[in-house]
Structure formats: structure tokens, C-alpha cells
């Protein structure tokens, strides 16, 4: 009996051991998704970057975009610590943006869908390069001045996007011009979402 009850006790530490196991790597995969763009799904070429396909709802036409500013990148003015436009991501015409933004950094920043009128944010001021269609994490009274601090999120939706080009770029004074955005595509001719990095 005596061997029997070691046996079971030996099993039970096994899938405990195992259990834990899973949950840190579940937990680090969570973690993993917060700090970088999805790379389950992505293809690349020798002549261009790597096409990372955002998560999205077909049946909503929901894309689901998170964006990050990492304390861990080279500039503090960076989403998923990329800066001035290298980040592009492609929706098709029509769909919902479902948004999220998560600070890392300890400045507080806030994030803004803009309608542009320019090709890069030149202005202190991100409205007088477009027009300003969904704030997150501030108001339209404050976008330029009050952000949430480090640590914190946000999320924000934007219905029905029309064909254009848009930026997600902070709205705090000098933030974007300063390389705090990141380029918005869509087009009828984009059937998934997804994200690139340019290097240029």
C-alpha cells in the first residue's frame, strides 16, 4: 500500500509540475503579445519586410490593432517601437478598427486616429496636419497636453474606415513630429489586415 500512495504521490507532483509549466508559458506568450507585433502569421521575401497579419474578425469586419509605446526602444517616441512611419498597416476599406494602446514609456503619451493631409505630421499640433477622427486615452479638448501615464491602456473603435491614408499618432504636443506615429492604409484592394516595417 505504502508503494502505491508514493506512486500517486509521484504522479500528482508530475501534473502539478506540468500544469505550472503550462501556465508560465501561457503567461509569456500574453506578455510576448503585449510587447511586439503577432508574428503567427507572417510571410517575407528577399526583396521586401516581413507581412505580419493582424488578428481580425471576418464576420464583424473588426481588425484588431494594438500598439505599444516600449520603455526598450532606442526613442521614447516610438510604437511598438517603431518611429516615424515605419510601421504601416493595411485595412481594407469599409472595416472597424477595434484599438489598443498600452504605454510602456514613463512620459505619458496618447493616441490619436488622424485623417492626414500631410504626408508626415509637421506640426506641433497633429490637427493642423489633419483631421482628428478617434482620440484614445485623452479628449479633444486635451489630446495635446494629457496622455496616460506608464503602465496604463486605452482602447478606442472607429467604425466603417474609408479608402485613404490615416495615422495613429500621439497627440501631445511635438510628440508625433518627433516620430510618434505610425502609417494607416486602407484600401479595397486589402482583403486581411496586416502590418509591415518598412526601413526606409
Excluded at 95 to 123: D, F, G, M, R
Excluded at 131 to 159: C, D, H, M, V, W
Aim: charged share 5%; net charge negative.
Amino acid at each position: 500500500m505504502k508503494g502505491v500512495s508514493q506512486t500517486v504521490s509521484i504522479v500528482v507532483a508530475f501534473v502539478v509540475a506540468v500544469a505550472v509549466l503550462a501556465a508560465a508559458l501561457y503567461a509569456y506568450g500574453q506578455l510576448q503579445s503585449l510587447t511586439a507585433p503577432s508574428s503567427s502569421s507572417s510571410s517575407s521575401s528577399s526583396s521586401g519586410p516581413s507581412k505580419v497579419i493582424l488578428p481580425y474578425d471576418n464576420s464583424t469586419k473588426t481588425v484588431f490593432i494594438t500598439l505599444v509605446s516600449l520603455s526598450s526602444a532606442s526613442s521614447q517616441f516610438n510604437f511598438n517601437g517603431t518611429g516615424f512611419g515605419s510601421l504601416i498597416i493595411y485595412v481594407p476599406a469599409g472595416w472597424n478598427l477595434n484599438i489598443t494602446y498600452i504605454n510602456q514609456e514613463s512620459l505619458p503619451h496618447n493616441l490619436n486616429l488622424v485623417q492626414n493631409s500631410t504626408s508626415i505630421p509637421q506640426s506641433g499640433d497633429i490637427a493642423e496636419d489633419g483631421k482628428i477622427l478617434l482620440y484614445i486615452g485623452t479628449t479633444s479638448s486635451t489630446y495635446q497636453l494629457n496622455g496616460i501615464s506608464g503602465g496604463a491602456r486605452a482602447s478606442g473603435s472607429y467604425q466603417n474606415i474609408a479608402a485613404g491614408d490615416y495615422w495613429l499618432a500621439c497627440g501631445i504636443t511635438g510628440h508625433a513630429a518627433s516620430g510618434m506615429w505610425v502609417d494607416v492604409i486602407a484600401s479595397s484592394s486589402v482583403t486581411q489586415p496586416y502590418e509591415i516595417v518598412s526601413s526606409s
